[in-house]
């Protein structure tokens, strides 16, 4: 079992910042060893990737945020972090925290993020 946390949601003007914290949990869960990411759904839209990190750090990201959001991770915490520069109106959406072990996927409750002047 797993259970992942975000916090750090809220309202910011556009170019504004925010930093997201997803913390996980769970018994059996090797958060070291887990690939973390950190999904977004828009109203009407689909669910997307916006970024990944995987245990050996590589980085990944959606093309609309690169070189504006930045993954990061901290294992002793159990914790990753998605820090959002820059932020503009379509970046306006709920952050879901996700990561899959043992094939089961499993995900957080979603942190609502705002950018609106």
């Known amino acids: 079992q797993v259970q992942l946390v975000e916090s750090g949601g809220g309202l910011v003007q556009p170019g504004g910042s925010l930093r997201l914290s997803c913390l996980a949990s769970?018994?059996?869960?090797?958060?070291?060893?887990?690939?973390m990411e950190w999904y977004r759904q828009a109203p009407g839209k689909q669910r997307e990737l916006v970024a990944g990190?995987?245990?050996?750090?590589?980085?990944n990201y959606a093309d609309s945020v690169k070189g504006r959001f930045t993954i990061s991770r901290d294992n002793d915490k159990k914790v990753v972090y998605l820090q959002m520069n820059s932020l503009k109106p379509e970046d306006t959406a709920v952050y879901y925290c996700?990561?899959?072990?043992?094939?089961?996927?499993?995900w957080g409750q979603g942190t609502q993020v705002v950018v609106s002047s």
């Open positions: 996700h990561t899959r072990r043992g094939g089961l996927d499993y």
């Open positions: 769970g018994t059996i869960f090797l958060f070291s060893i887990s690939t």
């Open positions: 990190i995987t245990s050996g750090t590589t980085t």
